[in-house]
Nanobody, 122 residues
Framework: QVQLVESGGGLVQAGASLRLSCAAS????????MAWFRQAPGKEHEFVAG???????YYSDSVKGRFTISRDNAKNTVSLQMNSLKPDDTAVYYC????????????????WGQGTQVTVSS
């Protein structure tokens, strides 16, 4: 079955950087789009960034210019480089996958990782 395992979260101060990684197995990784969502306390899941099977990337307006998503098809991993972190970035970050092309809608993804906590202090 599909397994998505996130790592790299932590507690940092505002302005710092973190790099999240997601290791995928049980799916033809190179033919899947990969995405990161996040959920802050009391809020719904929010699309953060995604990368199509072809490498085209997409970002939410709130992270554009600060976050960079990338994929390594040889290692079946997707990463999220997060720079200039803000307290509003505090959330549990989830990795997810779907065939070919990303969607910004949570309901269009069936497989999710367990999440990794990112906490940004002011």
């Amino acid at each position: 079955q599909v397994q998505l395992v996130e790592s790299g979260g932590g507690l940092v101060q505002a302005g710092a950087s973190l790099r999240l990684s997601c290791a995928a197995s049980g799916l033809p990784f190179s033919r899947h789009a990969m995405a990161w969502f996040r959920q802050a306390p009391g809020k719904e899941h929010e699309f953060v960034a995604g990368i199509n099977w072809s490498g085209t990337t997409y970002y939410s307006d709130s992270v554009k210019g600060r976050f960079t998503i990338s994929r390594d098809n040889a290692k079946n991993t997707v990463s999220l480089q997060m720079n200039s972190l803000k307290p509003d970035d505090t959330a549990v970050y989830y990795c997810t996958a779907r065939q070919m092309y990303i969607s910004r809608r949570e309901s269009e993804y069936a497989d999710w990782g367990q999440g990794t906590q990112v906490t940004v202090s002011s």
